[in-house]
């Protein structure tokens, strides 16, 4: 069932474009997963973040890829690495879609 939230409530969600600058192999995840370093641009800087993407996507192929991810829910301890933001994808089962800009934006746009 989903949970209808108000428009002021929707607003407090930070989506922003970002690229992915690095991607490394995560084995002390539980799941399968990588870990990834991402460009929001010169005000929001780089983040980190975990991703359970492997099924569909190889690190050569996410390199250099714009994304969206939510970057203001609280820090999360995964394995021995800290995220810092959501990377957002559609879901089916355990394959995970990457959302990402129909063209190149600039680093840190946001999403709304």
Known sequence: ???TLTWPEFTKVDMRVGT??????F????KPAYQLHIDFGK?????KTSAQI????QK??????QIVAVINFP????????????VLGAVEGEDVILL???SGVPNGLKVS
């Open 60 to 65: 050569s192929d996410l390199l250099g890829r």
């Open 100 to 102: 990402q800009p129909g």
């Open 54 to 57: 492997t099924k569909r996507y």
């Open 27 to 30: 084995p002390e995840a539980r």
């Open 20 to 25: 992915i600058l690095e991607v490394l192999d």
């Open 75 to 86: 820090k999360k301890q995964i394995a021995n690495f800290m995220s810092e933001c959501l």
């Open 1 to 3: 069932m989903n949970e």
């Open 43 to 47: 005000e929001l800087g780089v983040k």
